[in-house]
């Protein structure tokens, strides 16, 4: 598990509704349906890896996120995760206003691309 995801653990609680933008081939929200009980939800747009969600048992919905999240009611999750995705996003303004929208919590991450 990649190190920001490996912290990000700690900080979501059992049981919790979590949504995660930008879930890749969902192996970490597979992680946590196993170890926390999670409802989990997840957005991604690459075709593979909602592929690869599926096969993982994940809830994954295939949505551009400069798009906005409008099908997504208000305080409609306890988490929302943006993990290393906000640098490919064309508004990042508008998903960060709309991740403080529908969830109560909200996690980003971002690389550091000089180190």
Not at 96 to 114: H, Q, S, W, Y
Request: proline letters at 3%; hydrophobic letters at 45%; a negative charge.
């Amino acid at each position: 598990m990649r190190a920001d995801l490996s912290l990000i653990q700690d900080w979501i609680a059992p049981g919790s509704r979590v949504l995660d933008l930008g879930c890749g081939d969902g192996s970490f929200l597979a992680h946590l349906k196993l170890t926390k009980n999670i409802r989990d939800c997840g957005l991604e747009i690459d075709q593979e890896h909602i592929r690869q969600c599926l096969d993982a048992g994940v809830n994954v919905i295939e949505q551009n996120m400069d798009m906005g999240l409008s099908n997504f009611e208000s305080a409609s999750f306890d988490t929302v995760v943006l993990a290393q995705t906000l640098q490919a996003l064309h508004k990042p303004d508008v998903i960060v206003d709309e991740m403080l929208r529908v969830g109560k919590n909200c996690i980003l991450t971002f690389p550091n691309f000089a180190y």
